[in-house]
T-cell receptor, first 115, second 113 residues
Framework: GESVGLHLPTLSVQEGDNSIINCAYS??????FIWYKQESGKGPQFIID???NMDKRQGQRVTVLLNKTVKHLSLQIAATQPGDSAVYFC??????????????WGLGTSLAVNP | DVKVTQSSRYLVKRTGEKVFLECVQD?????MFWYRQDPGLGLRLIYF???????EKGDIPEGYSVSREKKERFSLILESASTNQTSMYLC????????????FGSGTQLSVL
């Protein structure tokens, strides 16, 4: 299944399917992008990050794709499991801002995995 | 593993009380952050600090102050708590410059009655 994080905040998928969570970022100068997962009652946990000189980066069951032309970021989760149920946040940052750099956060997408 | 510890998981305070939220990290990180998280509004940055005794306003600093007297500790202060400050508060830290991810604490759910 697919979702656009800011416009469709809930994504429901079947266990075992692949999930795609999308994020439109705002600043064309951003050069660092990051995905976090937040389970109920917990703080956000790092999933994967990518720098602007890359288009794709893979982790364990997760892949992040970056399309700078259209300022779009996506998180792909392979073989989604019930433990993947959480809210997923994308964030962007311009590292050239030095000490004033700060992450700009998306509003999050809720992923629900149906057994 | 990096550990970011927030002193309280749940807090209930009265309107007008002075409230201290404490955060400690154990990885000698230079940067520390305080966010609040409200349903539908995502994470909003209150204050951050990139070094001891340094502080910078985030996007919503009104009604809050911070203190960073030691590198490992970053305190958020509500001088006079109000009901609209009822929220989940998240502390985070990261190493200094470069491509560094944030490490978050478990959060403090503050209710102001």
């Amino acid at each position: 299944g697919e979702s656009v994080g800011l416009h469709l905040p809930t994504l429901s998928v079947q266990e075992g399917d692949n999930s795609i969570i999308n994020c439109a970022y705002s600043n064309s100068a951003s050069d660092y992008f990051i995905w976090y997962k937040q389970e109920s009652g917990k703080g956000p946990q790092f999933i994967i990050d990518i720098r602007s000189n890359m288009d794709k980066r893979q982790g364990q069951r997760v892949t992040v794709l970056l399309n700078k032309t259209v300022k779009h970021l996506s998180l792909q989760i392979a073989a989604t499991q019930p433990g993947d149920s959480a809210v997923y946040f994308c964030a962007e940052e311009d590292l050239r801002a030095g000490n004033n750099r700060k992450l700009i956060w998306g509003l999050g997408t809720s992923l629900a995995v149906n057994p | 593993d990096v550990k970011v510890t927030q002193s309280s998981r749940y807090l209930v305070k009265r309107t007008g009380e002075k409230v201290f939220l404490e955060c400690v990290q154990d990885m000698d990180h230079e940067n520390m952050f305080w966010y609040r998280q409200d349903p539908g509004l995502g994470l909003r940055l209150i204050y951050f600090s990139y070094d001891v005794k340094m502080k910078e306003k985030g996007d919503i600093p009104e009604g809050y102050s911070v203190s960073r007297e030691k590198k490992e500790r970053f305190s958020l202060i509500l001088e006079s708590a109000s009901t609209n400050q009822t929220s989940m508060y998240l502390c985070a830290s990261r190493a200094g410059q470069g491509f560094e991810k944030l490490f978050f604490g478990s959060g403090t759910q503050l209710s102001v009655l």
